[in-house]
């Protein structure tokens, strides 16, 4: 077993995006400790399979959202007045969703003894739909171990509300054990089939007065960049991606040159919403609505870098003639060109003014064109395959369709790669899917490669990324403002990139197990330590660790010293304690 920290270090892994505001005046009670408890942060839809940002909140599983209370009619508590939005699990199956208030400062009355915690919110569900929420808070030590029973708030079930759509609310009080220094609050979607199962006003505060927690964005890691590709492809399954090396050699290529997303997740069924996530912030339409029902009146990338005096184009194969929206030509130059494969068309803002469309709406065949200088390569590309290389008619994702869409973006990336934009300045090149085709929880393929060495080269992120996390990541990369709380509130790719963010690579040979290390917080205590699968830094003891004390290196343990043959994950922790700085990275011993 590690030696216990003597500060926060584990909890600070967990609490990156809630910072702490200066102490206000004493007061008898603390204010709430969940921040976000209301759903007011993030932005609500009236589509009950949009899968949402939750700003504030970690999510531990599938793919809740931020509901609107125009999507229904809901009855509820007298008090207070609800606002704007709840959360609600998805359509993704149950969800799941975390955070960790610290409450060190309150750590001298914790310890006296006498302090409650009270943990209170509204919940609910639809008519007679089974589907309903668990809220729980977990009381946390300085290495963030759990002290006593987790205390969990009296559930909603149908019967409870009549069967009836509405909320009712809920309250408990438990004694906060001496030692906490932190207290985790989750929140399941259980049973949610028929999209069930909701939460609003939730909060949790101590008898006793502790500094308040602050929302904010997640902090980025991403440099700069003088131009961002963006490609998206089409229904295909992460795990028949990541598993065909022969039916896709260039997109493993690919991943072996950068890094590649191992947790991501699209948020709609079907496509054009998650088009409409990445260029705008939202989802935007309800059910499955396609081009040209979508028309969208809010701000897109092409608004912000504009704004930004940035240039942008969308390259659409098959498109001829700049702008081809007509009904009458779509089809005149490629019978599977849609004006969709890019997502500028649904904008109002674009479809509605000719010139601009012409201007930034063109064919792929302009692409080469463009690549011939640096100066004329756009700021912001999004680079669109047809309806057939996308992947979609050719077998939508299908080992045939795999090598289609795999034979594409060898021809599409080559040229890019060989520009004077990627071997003569800073370029990011993003690739991936809209959707699924059968996977659980939306899950697709997406990589992130580079032209400045920025990103990790063969390395696997297990951190959840989704659609809105890319949208981040473009508009961190090239210096523009976000749109709706969707990607100001998202994580980005923070991971995939060197010297910001710190990485771990096992690789087995023989009777060793080597491990690659890097971080930028480099410390003559920071350790790797290897445990079971699901095992975390400070819950139980390590099967095996070294230190790791420079900024980058590799430790190299043997495969007899854990234990032999098996699944095993390995984290590397800062300081002598449980702060998580990266991992848990999955491998296995054979």
Not at 293 to 318: H, R
Not at 427 to 446: G, P
Not at 543 to 567: D, E, H, K, R, V
Request: a negative charge; one cysteine or more.
């Amino acid at each position: 077993m590690r030696r216990v920290a003597s500060v926060l270090c584990g909890v600070a892994a967990v609490v990156a995006a809630i910072v702490v505001a200066p102490p206000t005046a004493a007061a008898a009670t603390s204010g709430n400790l969940i921040v976000n408890g209301d759903a007011e942060a993030g932005y609500c839809t009236n589509d009950w399979h949009a899968a949402s940002t939750m700003p504030g909140w970690t999510i531990t599983g599938n793919s809740p959202d931020v509901m609107c209370y125009a999507s229904g009619t809901f009855t509820h508590p007298a008090s207070p007045a609800p606002g704007s939005a709840f959360f609600a699990p998805g359509d993704q199956g149950d969800a799941s969703m975390t955070q960790t208030a610290n409450v060190a400062s309150a750590a001298s009355a914790i310890d006296g003894g006498g302090v409650t915690a009270n943990l209170s919110g509204w919940l609910g569900g639809w008519t007679t739909y089974a589907g309903y929420v668990q809220v729980s808070i977990t009381f946390l030590n300085s290495s963030g171990g759990t002290l006593g029973n987790a205390v969990d708030l009296p559930t909603v079930t149908a019967s409870d509300r009549g069967n009836t759509t509405g909320f009712l609310a809920r309250s408990t009080t438990a004694t906060v054990p001496s030692g906490t220094r932190a207290i985790r609050t989750r929140v399941q979607f259980l049973s949610s089939s028929g999209e069930s199962g909701y939460a609003d006003n939730l909060s949790l505060t101590l008898s006793t007065p502790v500094t308040a927690p602050v929302l904010a964005p997640p902090p980025s890691s991403v440099p700069r960049y003088d131009h961002v590709f963006m490609i998206m492809m089409e229904n295909t399954d992460y795990s028949a991606v990541a598993a065909d090396t022969t039916g896709m050699p260039f997109f493993h290529g690919l991943m072996a040159q950068g890094t590649s997303m191992a947790d991501y997740h699209a948020v709609y069924h079907p496509s054009d919403e998650n088009y409409l996530a990445i260029a705008g912030g939202d989802t935007y339409a309800n059910g499955a609505t396609y081009w040209p029902t979508i028309k969208d009146p809010g701000k897109n990338l092409g608004d912000e870098l504009e704004a930004n005096g940035q240039s942008w184009k969308a390259y659409e194969q098959g498109m001829g003639v700049p702008c081809n929206d007509s009904s009458s030509t779509e089809h005149t130059y490629d019978s599977y060109y849609a004006p969709d494969d890019a997502p500028f068309i649904n904008y109002t803002d674009v479809s509605g003014n000719q010139a601009r469309c012409q201007a930034h709406l063109v064919d792929t065949s302009q692409l080469g064109t463009d690549l011939r200088s640096a100066g004329t390569t756009p700021a912001f590309s999004w680079i669109g395959a047809d309806d057939y290389y996308d992947g979609e008619s050719a077998g939508n994702g299908n080992a045939a369709s795999r090598a289609v869409q795999d034979g594409w973006l060898k021809q599409t990336i080559t040229p890019i790669m060989n520009s004077p934009a990627w071997t003569a300045q800073r370029s990011l090149l993003l690739v991936t899917w809209d959707e699924d085709e059968t996977e659980a929880d939306n899950q697709v393929a997406t990589v992130a490669v580079d032209s400045a060495g920025l990103v990790h080269a063969g390395y696997s992120s297990n951190t959840r990324y989704d659609h809105y996390s890319t949208a981040r990541t473009i508009e961190a990369a090239l210096g523009i403002g976000p749109i709706t709380a969707n990607d100001r509130y998202a994580t980005p790719f923070n991971d995939a990139f060197t010297g910001s963010a710190s990485f771990l690579r096992p690789t087995v040979s023989g009777a060793n197990l080597s491990v690659q290390y890097q971080t930028p917080a480099a410390s003559a205590t920071n350790w790797i330590g290897v445990y079971h699968p699901g095992d975390l830094p400070g819950s139980v003891g390590s099967i095996a660790w070294q230190y790791a004390p420079n900024t980058s290196g590799t430790l190299t343990f043997t495969t007899s010293s854990l234990g032999g043959a098996g699944s095993y994950s390995l984290f590397l922790c800062a300081n002598d304690g449980y702060g998580i700085l990266a991992g848990a990275v999955p491998m296995t011993v054979t």
